[in-house]
């Protein structure tokens, strides 16, 4: 029972920081679609050095619980309890336009932010960071290549 007390209080905490923090963000517009937030090239060819895994995925999953499930939602699709007041409202993270992305360029994004998305560059670690990359390949992988014509 206590247990399910902790999860609750955890959750509401999430959930309440994930409000307030959008609630900060109300008056923001951006009138660039997200498709136009292009990571560098150098950035975008930069190579994860943790390789995917299980124990990799799981610390990301960590992390992405605690950090980003308020607005992006607990399967990514952009609908978490604090979406509904971020503006921009928070990208699918399965959408192909996103998740056909480089780890580099998904890194490069969660390292940076765009509003209402923070910078977790000093938020959370590097290794935090690739983690997060991991977990989202699991959570939406990129859409399968196309067999050639020929």
Known sequence: MNENRSHGRTWL????????????????????PAEDWKAPARAARKQNPIPPSADSSAAGKKVYVANCVACHGATGKGDGPAAIACTPRPKDLSDPKISSQSDGELFWKITQGKKPMPSF????????????VNYLRVLAPPPAAQPSSN
């Open 121 to 132: 560059e000093t938020l959370l670690s590097d290794t935090n960071r690739w983690n997060v």
């Open 13 to 32: 905490v999430v959930v309440a920081a994930g409000l307030l923090f959008a609630a900060a963000n109300l008056s923001y517009s951006d009138d660039a």
